[in-house]
């Protein structure tokens, strides 16, 4: 996108037209933005569940009875015979097993990089917000100015 | 009044296919984000992969069933779509740089006519 340039223009100088779409095109990055900021949120809402379910992963909870979520509606008893490795998604359709210690390494990491991207983004966003008020106030200004003179002729 | 609407004619011609040159740009930058979302995702797998220890198992879901697979095997699997999916982009990239470049060369011609098409009409004012 054509940002840098955009931030030498003087927009006091545009006409309507012109800050109208400035107006329409912030909105809508406004509008985008926002929308990845919200997928990274969930995202790193899920990496910290899988962390919290993980917790209770330990030698003490070795053999007791658990009901095991078959789908989301369907449970089945079981038993925790394995407290030392979990089977991990990595993505791409791979799986990797790790010890507990290290799987929770691993959604750190995870929560960490998305927790950064979503900073970012939401950096963003607030420049989008910052460029999208002073386009709105200056066209006010000038349809105020506009019809100010109609008043006058 | 004929001179006119002959350019008038050759100017819609020239929009029009100016603008399904846009379009195709714009499906093109779909598919670039697409692949790039890819390549992200393939490299943070391949940095896990590497990650894991020599006690580790790597898996491999396959429909529904998970297969074991050596670490050496899933690195090369990884690393080969790496290298298929950036082969792409780069197609990718050059079309979309070619596309510009037309879409830039209409454009330019559009203003022309447009101001071809002024002169007459200030010249037939006169």
């Known amino acids: ?153 | 009044m004929q001179a006119i609407q002959a350019l008038q004619v050759r100017l819609e011609a020239e929009l029009k296919e100016f603008r399904s040159l846009q379009k195709q740009i714009g499906n093109y930058q779909n598919s670039r984000a697409q692949y790039l979302t890819q390549v992200n995702e393939n490299d943070m797998v391949k940095k896990e992969l590497e990650l894991v220890e020599a006690d580790g198992e790597i898996f491999k879901l396959i429909g529904p069933a998970l297969i074991k697979q050596e670490k050496t095997e899933a690195l090369s699997n990884v690393n080969k779509r790496l290298e298929f999916i950036k082969g792409e982009l780069k197609k990718v990239d050059t079309t979309i740089g070619d596309l510009e470049k037309k879409s830039e060369d209409k454009k330019n011609k559009v203003m022309e006519l447009q101001q071809q098409m002024q002169q007459l009409a200030s010249k037939q004012q006169q």
């Open chain 1, 1 to 153: 996108m054509a940002q840098p340039k955009q931030q030498g223009i003087d927009i006091s100088q545009l006409s309507l037209e012109q800050l109208n779409t400035f107006k329409q095109q912030f909105e809508e990055e406004v509008q985008v933005l926002s929308n990845s900021w919200q997928q990274l949120k969930l995202a790193s809402a899920r990496f910290t569940d899988s962390k919290d379910a993980l917790s209770a992963i330990k030698t003490e909870n070795e053999g007791k009875a658990m009901l095991v979520p078959l789908t989301t509606s369907l449970f089945v008893p079981g038993q925790l015979t394995n407290t030392e490795q979990v089977l991990i998604d990595i993505g791409t359709g791979y799986y990797v097993t790790k010890p507990v210690k290290q799987a929770s390494d691993f959604f750190d990491r995870k929560i960490k990089m998305i927790n950064d991207n979503a900073d970012q983004v939401a950096q963003a966003v607030s420049v989008k917000r910052k460029n999208l008020e002073s386009v709105l106030l200056v066209m006010q200004q000038k349809i105020g100015q506009m019809q100010g003179q109609a008043e006058k002729e």
